[in-house]
């Protein structure tokens, strides 16, 4: 089997809300989708949601760089040999994991097709039955994610990951109205996106928050910061994930090697698709530390994928991806079974991709054949 055609989309996905966290505010989720076409006729897909803020790329560059740099590589390759796939991309240009991502993820879509099993198979059998969803509470007032919490418990939820990061003293009441909203057995997740900057600030922050409790705090510090990490998390009983601080190997190593965390958040767009996060969980379950799955805000693509990486691996206790439960105009039928995700057995990622809708959504499109 070999790639004869590579097609890349720009589409912008429509939020129900506005996305607000500690360094942006979206309207819309700029991604791009791959299609690859196979000399069988075999077809699978792919998304990259690019954020400049944790790997240095945009929609824009990542459009730019499958275009001219690694499609044209790519053609004639067989997409079933994964570790030729991303050594061939690696040696095409450096970094972009938001790129390679794409191809990747539609590399194991059309393997799955093909071999007539769903790609949580290809990666070890699926080992969770189902995960919870957690609600995303985007930064706002103190009572109004308080209120916003109390409501999404009467709907079901049982989980939340709250935004915060643009100014401590705000967020410490943020999570001290939240958590005095809800129940002590609701799970609350504080994701500071590097917000609070240093270990110092932090720790000031997580003073002020003695006695609430906390599922874990994220990425209260610089993403470079591995040492403000260890600071923090030896000096608090608050379990601490890392995100942003969390692209690659190099960083895991250090991570294990400083036991810099309790739990890392694995993404698909910032380590360069499937293939690489396997690779992470494993590294993480040697060292004996938990994973999440999490999410850049994808399409039914990119957290189709995400969730076959998490449902195949013990040591991924927990996901957040929850980017199709918030747009008004989604390209693929992922499905949710409120209040759970579990996956069907359908070959590949498992979804149906709504062409009418993404002709609709697309402002954008290049064709590379052989």
Excluded at 71 to 85: F, K, S, T, W
Excluded at 88 to 100: D, E, N, Q, R, Y
Excluded at 267 to 272: P, R
Excluded at 326 to 348: A, T, V, W
Aim: proline letters at 4%.
């Amino acid at each position: 089997m070999k790639i004869t055609e590579i097609e890349i989309s720009a589409i912008n996905l429509p939020l129900i809300e506005p996305f607000i966290i500690s360094y942006a505010r979206l309207d819309t989720m700029p991604s791009i989708i791959v299609k690859i076409t196979t000399d069988t006729g075999i077809i699978g897909y792919g998304e990259g949601v690019a954020d400049e803020h944790v790997t240095g790329e945009s929609q824009a560059s990542t459009f730019h760089i499958l275009k001219s740099t690694l499609a044209a590589q790519l053609l004639g390759e067989d997409p079933m040999q994964m570790e030729r796939i991303h050594d061939v991309m690696s040696k095409a240009i450096f970094g972009v994991p938001t790129a390679k991502a794409a191809i990747d993820i539609a590399c194991y879509d059309i393997i799955g097709k093909a071999l007539g099993v769903p790609v949580y198979t290809l990666l070890g059998g699926r080992y969770h039955e189902e995960f919870p969803i957690t609600h995303v509470l985007s930064i706002g007032k103190p009572e109004d994610m308080a209120a916003e919490a109390a409501t999404r418990v009467k709907q079901g939820y049982r989980s939340f990951k709250m935004k915060v990061g643009t100014n401590m003293l705000e967020d410490v009441k943020r999570i001290q109205a939240v958590r005095a909203n809800v129940a002590e057995d609701i799970a609350i997740r504080a994701d500071v996106n590097q917000g609070w900057q240093s270990s110092s600030q932090t720790l000031q922050a997580l003073n002020m928050l003695d006695g609430v409790s906390l599922d874990w705090l994220e990425q209260p510090v610089s993403a470079d910061d591995i040492d403000g990490m260890v600071e923090v998390k030896s000096k608090s009983p608050v379990p601490m994930m890392i995100d942003e601080g969390l692209r690659g190997f190099r960083e895991m190593r250090e991570i294990i090697a400083k036991r810099a965390a309790d739990k890392v958040n694995i993404k698909l767009m910032k380590c360069g698709g499937i293939y690489p996060a396997m690779k992470l969980a494993h590294m993480a379950e040697m060292a004996g530390i938990d994973c999440q799955v999490g999410s850049m805000v994808e399409s039914s693509i990119g957290s189709a994928a995400g969730f076959h990486v998490a449902f195949s691996k013990k040591v991924i206790t927990s996901v957040e991806l929850t980017g199709p439960l918030k747009f008004s105009k989604d390209i693929g039928n992922l499905h949710y079974d409120f209040p759970f995700i579990r996956l069907n057995e359908q070959p590949g990622l498992g979804i149906d991709i709504d062409q009418a809708a993404l002709n609709e959504l697309t402002i954008k499109k290049e064709r590379v054949c052989l």
